[in-house]
């Protein structure tokens, strides 16, 4: 069996990164002229390219600067999710997929309580996990974790990453992945290394724990977040 999760410390107060307070009254005037200037420009721009046909037309998806689309994942969290090996066996203790409300969730540290508060805080929407073993033994866990927004998303995978760096160690980048975090913990519990790699995209936080016969390496958990990253 796999060792247990991960401890999940308190959540520190949110903090909106694009909610950023100005102080100064003339600077805060100019920005507000600069902005009801870019909105009337936007709209004369909308409606010069609209559809001929009377259609409207869909908002286009940007790079975010976390890495991810700025749009939300709005159909099942399984459809995102990419497909177990063809060569790998189903873990016996465990289901294949399952869905994740917030309980299930926060139940995969070893501070339930604490990770539940953090899920909660930064307004966890679903989730959905899916397993598996690879032909050399080693534990697969693929979750993915929705939130509110993209902000949200991106201040839980702050805290996730720095209450994983206080037990796991030192963390690496994840190659392919410019926002992601990988890590291999230290220390081995029944026979088994475990591997964490984490990676936000746009409202979701797609997390790879693994657990390998030693010495593990992060390249494992690593592709397979590569692979998943591609597809949200």
């Known amino acids: 069996m796999p060792p247990p999760g991960f401890p999940m410390p308190p959540a520190p107060p949110k903090k909106r990164r694009t909610a950023l307070i100005v102080t100064l009254a003339a600077v805060a005037a100019v920005l507000l002229v600069a902005a009801d200037i870019a909105i009337q420009i936007r709209w004369v721009y909308d409606a010069a390219n609209a559809p001929a046909t009377g259609e409207t037309a869909s908002p286009s998806e940007s790079p975010s600067p976390t890495g991810g689309p700025l749009s939300a994942h709005g159909t099942d969290l399984k459809t995102y999710m990419m497909p177990a090996p063809a060569s790998s066996h189903r ?6 997929d399952q869905v994740l409300d917030l309980a299930g969730a926060a139940a995969f540290s070893s501070d339930p309580t604490g990770s539940a508060d953090a899920l909660r805080r930064y307004e966890f929407e679903r989730g959905f996990v899916r397993r598996w ?43 392919g992945i410019e926002s992601a975090t990988s890590f291999v913990k230290p220390d081995k519990k029944d026979g088994y290394q475990g591997t964490l790699s984490i990676a936000q995209a746009g409202d ?7 657990d390998q016969l030693p010495p593990a390496v992060a390249s494992i958990g690593n592709a397979i977040l590569v692979t998943e990253y591609a597809r949200l």
């Not at 873990?91 to 294949?96: L, Q, S, V, Y």
């Not at 979701?204 to 693994?210: D, E, G, P, R």
């Open 91 to 96: 873990w016996k203790t465990k289901p294949p």
């Open 133 to 175: 073993v690879t032909n050399q033994g080693t534990f697969v866990e693929l979750r993915l974790l929705q939130f509110a927004s993209p902000d949200d998303a991106l201040e839980y995978y702050d805290v996730f990453e720095s209450a994983n760096r206080a037990s796991w160690g030192d963390e690496s980048d994840v190659p």
């Open 204 to 210: 979701i936080v797609a997390i790879v724990k693994t």
